[in-house]
Structures are given as C-alpha cells and as structure tokens.
C-alpha cells in the first residue's frame, strides 16, 4: 500500500512542478500570474513571455505528464512492487490534477492541456499526434487556443470511443472534463466574442 501513495504524491508533486513561474521568473524576472489570464500553463507563458518561453514551459508541462504515467513502469523496472495493478493512465490523471492545483504555487496552476496530452503521448502515442493536428489546424483557423484545446478533448473522446480501451476511455473523458472545466470563462468569453486571439501565428 505504502509503494502506491508514494506514486500517487510523486506524480501529483511532478504535476506540481511550476514551470511557467520557475521560467518567468528566473529567465524573465516575472511572475506571469500576475499578467494576463493568470494562470501558470503554456498559453498564458506565450501571451506574457513570447513565443520561446513559450515553447519552453509547453514541452515541458507535456514532459510532466509523460513522467508520471510512466512512474509504474519505472517502479517495475527497480522491482518496487505494488500492490494491485494500477492503469498509468491513473497516475498520469493525478499529474495533470498537480497541475492545476499546484501544492508549489499555493494551488494556482494552469489548465492542464499541455500535461493532459503528456499522459496520451505514454500511452498511445499515435491519439497524441492526432491530437497536435487537430489543436494546430483549429488553431490556424480561429486564432483561439482555448477552443483549440477543447476541440482537441473532443477528438480525444471520439478516438477514444473506437478503441474499446476502458481505462482510455474513462481517463479521456476524465482529462477533457478537466479541460472544459477550467476553460468555463473562455467559453463564455468566446460566446461574448471577446476571447483574444493569438497574435504570433
């Protein structure tokens, strides 16, 4: 029992990890919660840093993800066992969770898009590039990357559907409901048709 909750607090601490506050304020003196949408996640790191911190925080929020999902396979790999056998999908769930209630940034995170696909990237790499095209081609043509994100959630349920995968399946719909959650007031905001759009593409 003792092995699991240490990977469930390791992938919730590796969720955690801040990186659009660590980059912003050790490479740009900024805190980036205190400029645009407030929030730490790769969107807001482009809105207030550019384009290359941008890149920066992105990959690594995904890497978050990809890191914990795969914390069962290394725990196997060391020979730690646990106790009954738990889908990394799971683990990468309470990942993306970390993020956005971050115990490092007294539990102001980002919206868990980026540390969403790390856990698809583990586990079906190719849902993960399907995903990058849908996020890239809505985003080409309506400049939002909110509705983008949400679009990508929404493919990520229908492929989902298709592969009979239960433990995919729930995480999915899971993880999007997390997305939509958090994308509440720019949803409403592109319903208002004041959601800024992006200016680097």
Known sequence: MMNTVILFVLAYLIGSIPSGLIIGKVFYNTDIREHGSGNLGATNT???????????VMVADIL?????????????????????????LIIGAVAAFGHMYPIFA????????????????YYEPV???ILI???????????????SSMVAGVVAIIYSLFTRDIPLIVIVFLLSGFIFYRHRANIKRIK?????KVKWL
């Open 106 to 121: 007294n539990f102001r995170g980002g919206k868990a898009v980026a540390t969403s696909g790390g856990v698809i990237l």
């Open 46 to 56: 482009f809105r207030t840093l550019g384009v290359k911190a941008g890149i920066v």
């Open 133 to 147: 095209l849908a996020f890239i081609i809505t985003l080409y043509l309506s400049k939002y990357v909110s509705l």
């Open 64 to 88: 978050k993800g990809t890191l914990a999902t795969g914390l069962a396979d290394i725990f196997s790999y060391f020979q730690i066992s646990l106790e009954w056998s738990i889908s990394p």
């Open 192 to 196: 208002d048709k004041t959601e800024p």
């Open 127 to 129: 849902l993960f590039i």
